[in-house]
Structures are given as C-alpha cells and as structure tokens.
C-alpha cells in the first residue's frame, strides 16, 4: 500500500515538473535541458532554509519559489538573443554549473554527501508524516500548478506564447513585447519546478545532487515530449506514464542493479521512438514542431 | 611556467580532436548531434574490450574499435536520423532523438561493462621529463595524433571533392539537391568520418587517463562549445577556439579549482555568445 | 502647420553594398490609400521593414503622427498603430482562424500575467468584447464559417484576406499591406479591394505593394513609383503611368 502511494506522490511530482516545462518547450517552443537544475534549486532552498533556519513549509515553498524563478530569469534572458540549439547549449551549460554548485560548495550543500535530516512539513498545525497525508499535500500542489497553467493557457497571455513558438516575426509585428514573455515565462516555469523540488525534499527528507543531472532534465523532457507537448492533459498522462513503466518492470524480476539502466533505456528509447513515429506524443494536438512553421 | 604552456597545449589537442570530428558533422546535418559524445566514449570501449577482454594485439585491437565505433556513427545516421529527415522532422526534432539515443546507448555501456572505472593501458604509463617538464607518453602521442589527423582533415575538406560537396551542402540542401550532388551520401561520408575522429579522440584520452560509461559528456560539451566560439566553417577557427578555452580553462582551475571546470567552460561561452558580433548570431 | 500622418526624410539601407533605400523620402496624408510599385528589388519591402522597425536603415528619419520612430523596436512601433502584412504571408498556422484576430488586438488586460490572476474579471470581459468585435470582421470579411478551423486549413486567398483583418483588429491608424492580392482568385481579389477600399471611411490610411496595376489603379488614391531604392515619380495613378522617367525606368 506504502508502495502505491509513494508511485502515486512521485507521478504528482513529475507531473508539476513537466506542466511546467511544458509552458516552455511545449507552448512558447523554447527547448531547455535545465529544468532538473530548477527542481534541485527548489529542492535545496527548501533544505537548507528548514536545516539551517528551521523555517516552515510555507515559507520555504514561497521562498524556493521566488529564488527558483530569479535564476529562471536568467535563463529567460539569453533566450532573446541565443536560438535554436545555441540555446539548448546555454540551458545545457546552466543545467552543469548548478549542478556543480550543489556538488562542490560543501558550505551550503553538503557537496555530493547532500543534506540529510529535512523535518517532515508542518501546515498550520497539520503535522505531514504519512504517505497518505504526503499524497494529499502533493495531489493538492499538483492541482494549482495544473489550474495555474490552464489559466494562463487559456488567457491572452498563453496565446502570446503559441505565436512566439510559431513566429516570433508575426508576434512583434502584431505588438507584443516577445522579450519579456520569454523572460516572464521562464520565471513562471521555474517557479513551479521548484515547488515540486520542495515537496521532493520534505518528503524524501534527503537531497543529493545526483537526483539534480542532466539525465534527469532529459527525464522531464520526456515526459513532456511522449506526453505531448503543447498539450495541458499531455504532461499529466506522461508522467503517469513515464513513472509507472519502470515500476513494472520490478515485478517481472528485473535485477535491480540493471532496474536503473533499463529505466534510463527505457525512457530514452521512448523519446527516440516519439520523435520518429509520434512527435505530438500520446495526446498532443501538434506535432513537435519548434522553428517557425512554414505550413 | 612551460609546464603550464605544456598542458594547455595537451588539452587544447584533446578539445581540437572531437571538436573537428563534431564540426563535420554539424555543418553537413546542422543539428546538435548529441550522441557524438556515447560515440567518442564507444572508441574507448571497443578498445577495451578488444584489448583487454579478447586479448587481440593493440595494434589489431585499436583499428578494430575505431572501425567499430565509425560504423555506429554510420547507423545511427543511417536507422535514425535518415528516417526521421525523410519524415519532414526539423533540427530540433532531431536533437531531441539524439537526447534520447544518448541516454540508451550510454546505458547500454554502462549495463554491459559495469560502472567501474576501466583503463586500456596496462602497468605504469612511461614519463618523459625534460628540463623539468613533466609529460606522459600517452600525452605525447596524443598531442601528435591530434595535430597530424587535424591536418590531414584540413588538407583532404582542401583538396577532396568532399570538401566541396560538405560546402555545398552546408549552404543549401535545396541548391546541392539540384546541382546533382546526393545529400544523403554527404550526410554518411560526414558521419562517416565524424565518428571516426571521435572515436579515436576517445581512444586517445582512455589511454591517458582512464574512462567511464560517462566519459562522452564532459568532452562532448566542451567541443560544442569550442565549435560555437570557432565557428563552424574554419578548422583554423576551431583550433583558435580550442587553444582560448585551454588557456581559459587552466588559468581559471588555478584560481578557483578543478572542480569547477565545466562551470568555467560554460561562463566562457554564455560570455561569448552574449556579446559576439551581432551577424553571427543570425543562426 | 500641421504635423503630417508619415512622414519620411533621407531614408538610406543598403545590403552587402548594393541600395535598397537611397534617399528615400515621402509625406502622407491621413486617410488615403497608396500604391506603392516599382521592378520587384526597387526597395518596397524594405521600405515596409523599415517603417516597421524590423530592419534599422542607415539615416534618415521617420516620423508618425509627430511621433520619431527611429531606433524604436518593432513591437513598440506597433503598439503606436502600424499593422502591416507580409509578402511571405504570416499567420500563426497552428492557432484557429478566430485566435489569429484575437492575437491582433492592441494591450489587452489578459496579456499581462498580474491580471490573469489578480483581475481575472477585467481581463475575462474584455476578452469576451474582443470575440465580439473579431467574430463580426470576420463574418463581414467572409469568414464566419472558419471561426475555429486552423488558420493552416484556410485556402491562399482566404489566408491573405485573414491577415488583413488582423490588421484591421489591431485598430492601426496605419495599414501597409505588402501584395494583398498577388496570387489569389479574381472573386477573392475583388472582395480584398472592396475592404481596402473602405478603409479611409473610418479614418485608415493604407499603403499597399502590388504589381497589379488593375487593382492599383481601382483602388489607390495616389501612387509613388520606386526604382532602385530611390523614388522615382509620385501622382495619380494615371499620371505615374504617363511619367516618361516612369516608361524609362521599365524599358530599362
């Protein structure tokens, strides 16, 4: 039973990572291999704040968040003048030098001994210790983020982005500021990988770099891309997807000291697969199309 | 202080080595071949595995493994990129598949040679020490290597048809198609070649230090980047490149630690890429 | 004396050498139509990339409503009420035929994300006027029975007609339309000159790029004639096509 809910609380997990970067690749059609280094930024703020400052849940959450989407904005800005696989290398390269923060500034992040002993959270008295008081809080957040990025989808603000992942030269000429969309949706983005960083540490209650790599940025853009990018329902199924496959495989007796290579082939081989047979993923409605579409 | 010229220079010729190889492919297929880097890491392991598990003679057992990790190269182009360009998929797209063809293919060395760290050279690498320089073998013959096939690819993309047909193709596909020149042969010949190098460039830095199922990465970045600081038509452009990010790259390990190298590499580049010309940022 | 609508002095662009704009300079009056023609490389699209602030020219100055545009970026430009289209047809394919007007409106609340959340209902009812206002251009344009197809699935004609209504939603005092009609089906041209043509009731000034002289001469109040970069002649369309500099520009 502990088992299923945990599942369950990692598929909320993951689903708040890919809705978010969804906005990013998925909607304003800006490819970025940095979302991991978000999730890590979220998930050691919320860590070192609650070790070191002894601060509750709601302020790490806050403040993971407004740290998450400061960085996020300096993503945004190279975006305006960096495109296409230049820029996959300027997220790639931020992606590294966070990564290299957490592994090496031993002061603040424990280096690659991480930080252990994260206290369980406490909302307003409710004290969080079970799983299934754990799946609620997750279940909870995952539904803000998911009705925070309908909303913008559906508001002028969304359509903005879906010109800009078209035609950036259409979008300027019908007004709108392309720049500071760029930047405000980063900022929104990496907001919410945060989130999904904080809930990670309270609940593991431990954070080590390695849950940070590139490989797992490339995870999220999986679930996104089999998903289907461009889509809201898309980074919902490909998380419960993407989660739920390797878990499968351990009860055909997998031996565990391959589980993890067969869940990184796996996932691999499925965004390879996509990409050539199914670029619009399980539900999306476009096809993955992210430099200017000429009809 | 010519032990540091010394290093710099045997960085600056393992970097030139796979960002030559990554060059030739970018320009003909214009998208970020990630899967290069599992490419450059199966040189070593082919090696290895001839060598070392099969017990071939090194001097059988290295042009095996540089012939077997060209030929993936080959393939790769040939089972996945070719289908998918044939679906109308755009670079993006592409980069994309070679995110996840990089993940399987790195899972796939690790799963069958296991996570340890592995080495081809057997027993105590030999040193050569003059007037107090301090240099391996294996450096110096990676150093040689380096430099003769840089220019021998430089003299064969002078010389060689193929040197006109990678232009051409670089330019338009659209105008080569209709000059008669076949796109997709380039693409191979260029893969061809590409893996080749890198596979070599692995071979050459397995030797001199050791390798892992992850040793593509690191190296494959730093090559994209020299690529995007010499830009993409130039070998001489690549070697400039490859020599600032080594003299970058040990000046700035001196002062803040080895640690943080890739973090240097990357402030270089996002540096560069903010304030370079404007016209080269039309790509 | 009065500020004039646009006004264009000294204009210089010029690409790898060659002069796309030399010394380009024009006065337009508020609420007029005018055809811009010339050999295809005489400068005209240029001209347009200029105004609009997509390409910066070399000198000269450019002034709308009083206001310099010079150094301005395009999309501020745009927000002063320039619209334009493209000799390439833009649209945002993946998006309906309806969202497509919609994204043309000028400083919509719910473009901001502040308002999204903190005053969802501003940005809700002004959005629900936009869909008034963009459903009724498009059923006066033609195009009621396409509301929610994606603008990809528009015939040519349709497409061109859809990006002149996107003008028209953006409320620009200005239109410049770059070949509003090349290439489409003589009903479908005729319906794009009537619309054109109405523009200047409700205060619009246009100018149009177009190489058919039919529809340049049936709608334009003025034409200027460029060649080179440079203009050449500036009348009524009949008294451009009688300029002897005009007939020696094309006998060239």
């Known amino acids: 039973m502990e088992y299923l809910l945990h599942v369950l609380i990692m598929i909320c997990i993951y689903a708040i990572l890919a809705q978010s970067l969804n906005l990013v690749i998925g909607y304003t059609g800006l490819l970025s291999i940095a979302h991991a280094a978000f999730y890590g930024i979220g998930a050691y703020s919320a860590a070192i704040m609650s070790l070191k400052l002894e601060t509750p849940f709601l302020l790490n959450l806050v403040c993971a968040g407004g740290i998450s989407s400061l960085a996020g904005a300096l993503i945004g800005f190279p975006s305006l003048r960096v495109k296409g696989d230049y820029f996959v290398i300027v997220t790639f390269g931020f992606q590294v030098i966070v990564f290299g923060i957490l592994n090496n500034w031993f002061f603040f992040t424990g280096g690659p001994m991480g930080l252990p002993g994260i206290p369980q959270p406490v909302i307003f008295g409710w004290h969080i210790s079970s799983h299934i008081e754990f799946l609620t809080l997750a279940g909870v957040l995952a539904s803000v983020v998911f009705l925070i990025s309908h909303r913008i989808i559906k508001s002028p603000f969304g359509r903005i982005l879906q010109a800009i992942r078209e035609d950036e030269v259409f979008a300027l000429a019908a007004g709108k500021n392309i720049a500071a969309y760029k930047v405000s949706v980063f900022m929104v983005s990496s907001a919410m990988a945060a989130i999904a960083g904080v809930i990670y540490a309270h609940y593991i209650s431990f954070v080590d770099p390695t849950s940070f790599t590139v490989m797992e940025s490339i995870f999220i853009i999986s679930i996104v891309i089999i998903g289907g990018a461009g889509s809201l329902w898309g980074p919902v199924i490909g998380a419960i997807v993407l989660v739920t496959l390797p878990e499968l495989l351990r009860f055909i007796g997998l031996p565990s000291s391959i589980a993890a290579n067969i869940r990184q082939i796996l996932y691999g081989g499925l965004l390879v697969a996509f990409m050539m047979w199914r670029p619009q993923g399980l539900v999306g409605k476009f096809r993955f199309r992210l430099e200017n579409a000429k009809k | 202080m010519l032990q540091l010229a010394i290093n710099i220079l045997v960085t600056a010729s393992n970097m030139l080595l796979l960002a030559v190889s990554f060059m030739l492919i970018y320009r003909a297929v214009k998208f970020f071949h990630f899967a290069h880097g599992i490419i450059f890491a199966w040189g070593a392991f082919f090696a290895y595995m001839f060598y070392k598990m099969l017990n071939l003679p090194i001097a059988l057992a290295i042009p095996l493994a540089i012939l077997a990790a060209g030929l993936s190269g080959v393939l790769i182009e040939i089972i996945i990129y070719q289908p998918m360009r044939k679906k109308g998929s755009t670079g993006l797209v592409l980069l994309l598949a070679s995110l996840g063809l990089y993940t399987v293919l790195q899972n796939v060395i690790s799963m069958s040679f296991h996570d340890s760290t592995k080495s081809i050279h057997s027993g105590q690498i030999s040193n050569v020490q003059f007037a107090g320089v301090y240099i391996t073998t294996a450096q110096i013959i990676a150093l040689i290597s380096s430099v003769v096939l840089v220019a021998f690819v430089g003299l064969f993309l002078q010389k060689n048809k193929f040197g006109i047909t990678l232009r051409a193709v670089s330019n338009s596909t659209y105008l080569a198609k209709i000059s008669g020149i076949s796109v997709s042969k380039t693409y191979i010949v260029a893969f061809a070649i590409g893996s080749t190098l890198a596979s070599i460039a692995g071979i050459l830095v397995a030797y001199d230090v050791d390798m892992t199922p992850t040793m593509g990465m690191s190296p494959l970045m730093m090559a994209v980047v020299v690529m995007i600081i010499g830009g993409t038509n130039r070998i001489s452009g690549i070697i400039i490149a490859s020599a600032l990010l080594s003299v970058l790259l040990h000046i700035g390990t001196w002062y803040i630690g080895m640690q943080w190298q890739e973090a240097i590499v990357f402030g270089g580049l996002v540096v560069f890429l903010l304030f370079r010309p404007k016209q080269l940022l039309a790509k | ?252």
């Open chain 3, 1 to 252: 004396m009065k500020n004039s609508f646009l006004e264009i002095s000294g204009l210089n662009k010029s690409f790898d050498g060659v002069k796309a704009l030399a010394d380009f300079s024009c006065s337009l009056e508020q609420g007029k139509i005018i055809g811009l023609i010339g050999p295809n490389g005489a400068g005209k699209t240029t001209l347009f990339n200029v105004i609009t602030g997509f390409i910066p020219a070399e000198s000269g100055r450019i002034s709308f409503q009083g206001i310099e545009l010079h150094k301005k970026p395009a999309y501020k430009i745009a927000n002063l009420g320039i619209a334009r289209t493209f000799q390439d047809l833009r649209l945002i394919y993946q998006i309906s035929v309806l969202e497509n007007v919609l994204l043309s409106f000028r400083n919509q609340p719910g473009e901001k994300l502040s308002n999204i959340f903190f005053k969802p209902k501003v940005s809700s009812k002004h959005e629900t006027n936009n869909k008034k206002s963009a459903v009724s251009m498009l059923e006066e344009a033609g195009l009621g029975d396409k509301l929610n197809d994606s603008a990809s699935e528009l015939s040519y004609g349709q497409q061109k007609l859809l990006s002149i209504v996107c003008c028209l939603a953006s409320g620009a005092d200005l239109l410049l339309l770059d070949e509003p009609v090349a290439g489409i089906a003589p009903a479908m041209i005729e319906k794009i000159l009537s619309i054109i043509s109405d523009l200047p009731k409700q205060g619009k000034t246009v100018i149009i790029i177009e190489h058919n002289m039919d529809a340049v001469t049936q709608v334009c109040n003025r034409v200027i004639f460029m060649d080179a970069g440079a203009k050449i002649s500036e009348g009524t369309p009949d008294e451009v096509r009688k300029d002897p500099k005009v007939i020696e520009a094309y006998l060239d």
